[in-house]
């Protein structure tokens, strides 16, 4: 993986002779930015030169044993260099410290990232959050979720103290709004007369949102945020200042794009290494709801309602993977007659029956379904798996064996419960 940024590069000019509590100054600025696993340090011997001291220092062979010069180049993101410069400064007493700000054209990489668990949340969190009021309508915040990356909103009181958190999920099943794909799945008109449906039943964050949600600390460790996501089964947690206020949201997005990517252009980017679990054949799941290319289309919508993945994998008579279906295809490619249904069972979660799954019965799996889908085999290391997910923007990918079968589902939660158990 290759990326580009702005960062921060910092130079420390001390001498060859220089001491933090015995031992060399170099040997312990540099552990030190590792353990905060920062992005790269490189230490360098001077020729020659002079600083404070007004003193010439060579490295003749006559004088090998004098206080060269040395600088240490460290090049990270700049909100992880403003962290830990007070520590710089600290354990150097004497000497030249300078930042600049860089551009990084490429910084790559070809494992899983080695991230102290003990790293605070904020080098990680998202800063900037859209949050709603308790009396916000519904309506306007299902006009800020249609269209947008973020797909939850932290619901504040007046004081900005984190109350609640909406989801696209609340919506779904304490509102029987869906806003997966709403943009694309209606038309103007549709979407219009929907909205103003929403606005006359006069509901607000407060009477949808999921009230005391599960906070952190900007201070608070990362692996503690990632057992906290891991054991209640939640993606995303509001990040608290010491005021109690609403700081930034970490996300399992956020953790997961600490292992993939380097550091600069993203926040600090800090996790544990997966230990042993290193392929997708160590986390996957195994139990993964297929049907064929010619399955009803009540079938599929039955299949997708009633399934934890809420994605089908269409196989065909040998197993072989043909393609895919998730709720948003399945809304895209159905017609205006199939929709009121569909959308009624993924809002209930109730499978269909009678006359609106025989209305649905000349539709086959085929017609909806996403050929050629993205997919891994039991063998593929985890971080290219991770950074198909990312790239694709997918949640979850089909795993194939050599003949082509289906085999299992590998997902963001299954490459984040690997992180926790090391953290």
Not at 211 to 221: A, E, F, G, S
Not at 319 to 342: F, K, M, V
């Amino acid at each position: 993986m290759e990326i580009v940024g702005t960062a921060t590069k910092v130079s420390i000019y001390i001498g060859d002779s220089d001491r933090w509590h015995g031992r060399p100054l170099y040997s312990s600025l540099l552990e030190m930015l590792k353990s905060e696993g920062c992005a790269g340090a490189t230490v360098t011997r001077a020729v020659a030169g002079f600083g404070a001291h007004s003193r010439i220092h060579t490295a003749s062979i006559m004088r090998l044993s004098e206080d060269l010069p040395l600088i240490i180049e460290w090049v990270d993101h700049p909100d992880r260099v403003a962290r830990l410069m007070p520590r710089v400064v600290e354990m150097v007493a004497e000497g030249l410290i300078t930042v600049q700000p860089v551009e990084v054209i490429s910084y790559t990489h070809r494992k899983l990232r080695e991230l102290p668990a003990a790293a605070p949340v904020s080098d990680i969190m998202t800063s900037e959050v859209r949050a709603v009021q308790t009396d916000t309508p519904v309506a306007e915040i299902v006009t800020l979720l249609i269209g947008k990356d973020f797909r939850a909103l932290p619901v504040l009181d007046r004081q900005r103290r984190v109350v609640g958190i909406l989801t696209d999920g609340d919506l779904v099943s304490r509102g029987g709004i869906l806003t997966t794909s709403l943009e694309e799945v209606l038309t103007g008109s549709e979407l219009g007369q929907h909205l103003a449906e929403i606005r006359a039943s006069g509901r607000t964050a407060a009477d949808l949102m999921t009230p005391n949600p599960v906070t952190v600390q900007t201070d608070t460790p990362i692996g503690d945020a990632v057992k906290a996501m891991t054991e209640r089964n939640i993606k995303r947690l509001p990040v608290l200042n010491t005021a109690g206020q609403l700081a930034g949201m970490v996300s399992r997005v956020d953790v997961l794009r600490a292992l993939a990517l380097p550091p600069v252009q993203e926040a600090p980017h800090r996790a544990t290494q997966p230990g042993k679990r290193t392929s997708v054949a160590d986390v996957m799941t195994q139990n993964v709801p297929t049907v064929l290319a010619d399955a009803s289309l009540g079938d599929v919508v039955n299949l997708l309602v009633t399934a934890s993945q809420r994605r089908v994998v269409v196989v065909d008579e040998t197993g072989r993977i043909a393609g895919i279906i998730t709720d948003g295809d399945l809304l895209r490619r159905s017609g205006e007659g199939e929709r009121s249904g569909i959308l009624a069972a993924f809002s209930g979660r109730l499978p269909l029956a009678g006359s609106e799954k025989i209305r649905l019965g000349q539709r086959r799996a085929a017609d909806v379904m996403t050929r050629d889908p993205l997919t891994v085999s039991p063998d593929t290391p985890l971080l290219e798996a991770l950074q198909r997910l990312l790239e694709g923007k997918i949640k979850r990918l089909p795993v194939i064996d050599s003949a082509g079968k289906v085999v299992g589902l590998i997902g963001r939660g299954q490459i984040l419960q690997a992180l926790a158990g090391e953290v």
